[in-house]
């Protein structure tokens, strides 16, 4: 019980062992010794004025262990005690005992090893073990973890991998103590509270290959250290609250597959190191305030899959060095302030899948050599200043699915190939100058649910074979010249203007 105030832990937990009169087992120790004991094995993990705090995850982990761990742990095997003391502060940090959503065996007297269960993928959540007792991994997403994240986590010795992601009541930032995981190899933390800067020790982590930290509400500038962890293969700090320039040291990073920098508030250019990074397959920074000209120096750029720098502030126009690209699938310009032509050189990227022009200053031409792309599935180029007609090849994309060219100056008739087009889902080329009667064969594309035509310069009447477009959910036709009943559609279209 406790009595004027005084709790068991009045006495300092660091202190002289009291004398002994004979050497006691571990189960008769009292409780003192064994406070001493866990002391002295933790003191370089946990401040000892820490533990004096009753409030702390540290202290009812160190509680848990002196007094209510039914393991009654040998003292003298550190490797065990410290794993338990850490797991158990890990577990009280994040509401464990309150709010976890699967206690997984946590605090159980069955080795700390146990403390999980095997998926349908026979992979381990909750605690990993690569051997008997060494702990080496942490899997806890989804588990509706709340709280600070605790730095003792960064002590585990032997700790290589950790995932908490998608627990949004993760809080606090992430501890400077980050810098001692030396052991670390993957480290995924996304869809949490977590907020406050990047630590630059972070940069110590020389065997991580994978740092994930998206979508969290971190602040501050990317620490130029993460470009001295030479194993990261993949790093994603997306969807934060970033600011600062883009490090050029990430440039370093020649394992580096994917880079996902996108949804922030980052300003400056685009380092052009990063367009010479041989192995890089992604490369994401949308969503910015970055500035200049995109990088115009010879890439290197042999893997790169896909490159995104939409909705940033983004000037000059499209390189040709990018058409070195060969392997390319993704590519997004939207957005910006980019200006100049499309270069006809853009059909050397046979592979590419999605081209994303709109919203910029483009003139001129949809170069005929475009219709080179077969494997295209969306192209976009609305809210441009292209002009000229489409190209007559335009039945060439028989994989395309989206086709937006809204509020430009195109002219001219729709071409017969586009018949060929087969795949369509949506079409947007309102605002133009098209002219001529509304062709039949759109009737044809019978997967169109978005069919977009207004303000162009159509006239006769809208042909019967439109009534074939089962899943047309909307048409838009006014202010052109068209006359005649359209009655014939009110069962098929939703929305009809």
Not at 111 to 117: A, D, L, T, V
Not at 172 to 186: Q, V
Request: contains cysteine; glycine residues 6%.
């Amino acid at each position: 019980h406790q009595k004027e105030g005084k709790t068991l832990f009045d006495t300092p937990i660091i202190f002289a062992p009291p004398k002994e009169t004979s050497a006691p087992s571990v189960t008769s120790v009292p409780s003192t010794y064994r406070e001493f004991s866990l002391g002295s094995v933790i003191k370089d993990i946990t401040d000892p004025e820490v533990l004096k705090d009753e409030s702390t995850p540290q202290f009812q982990a160190f509680r848990w262990i002196v007094y209510e761990d039914e393991r009654e742990v040998d003292l003298s095997d550190p490797l065990v005690v410290v794993q338990r003391y850490i797991l158990a502060t890990l577990y009280f940090s994040t509401g464990g005992n309150i709010a976890w959503s699967d206690k997984l065996d946590f605090l159980s007297p069955e080795s700390e090893c146990k403390w999980n269960r095997v998926e349908p993928d026979f992979s381990y959540y909750g605690v990993v073990c690569l051997t008997f007792d060494t702990v080496s991994g942490i899997s806890l997403d989804s588990n509706n973890l709340t709280g600070p994240l605790p730095e003792e986590v960064f002590s585990l010795p032997n700790l290589k991998h950790l995932s908490l992601s998608n627990n949004a009541g993760l809080s606090g930032t992430i501890p400077t103590r980050i810098g001692e995981a030396n052991s670390l190899e993957t480290f995924f933390l996304r869809y949490t509270k977590l907020s406050g800067s990047i630590p630059s020790s972070i940069g110590l982590l020389g065997k991580l290959t994978y740092l994930i930290l998206s979508v969290n509400a971190l602040t501050g500038s990317i620490p130029s250290s993460i470009g001295d962890m030479l194993a990261l293969q993949a790093l994603s700090l997306a969807a934060n609250n970033l600011t600062n320039h883009i490090p050029s040291s990430l440039g370093k990073l020649v394992q580096l597959t994917e880079l996902y920098l996108n949804h922030n508030s980052l300003s400056g250019i685009i380092p052009p190191n990063l367009t010479k990074m041989d192995n890089l397959q992604v490369l994401n920074v949308a969503f910015n305030d970055l500035t200049g000209p995109i990088p115009s120096e010879a890439w290197s750029c042999q893997n790169l899959r896909s490159f995104n720098v939409g909705e940033n502030l983004m000037t000059g126009s499209i390189p040709n060095a990018i058409f070195a690209c060969s392997h390319l699938e993704y590519l997004d310009f939207a957005n910006n302030a980019l200006e100049g032509t499309l270069p006809s050189e853009v059909s050397s990227l046979l592979g590419m899948k999605h081209l994303h022009l709109n919203h910029n200053s483009f003139t001129g031409t949809i170069p005929p050599q475009i219709t080179a792309l077969s494997d295209l599935r969306a192209l976009g180029g609305a809210w441009n200043q292209f002009s000229g007609s489409l190209p007559a090849q335009i039945g060439n994309f028989v994989n395309l699915k989206i086709l937006f060219f809204f509020n430009n100056s195109l002219m001219g008739t729709i071409p017969e190939s586009f018949s060929k087009l087969t795949k369509l889902e949506q079409i947007d080329m309102a605002l133009n100058q098209f002219s001529g009667r509304l062709p039949s064969f759109l009737g044809k594309l019978s997967l169109l649910f978005d069919l977009r035509l207004e303000y162009n310069r159509f006239f006769g009447t809208v042909p019967q074979t439109f009534d074939n477009l089962k899943s047309l959910y909307r048409l838009g036709l006014q202010g052109n010249k068209l006359t005649g009943d359209v009655s014939f559609l009110c069962d098929t279209v939703t929305v009809m203007w």
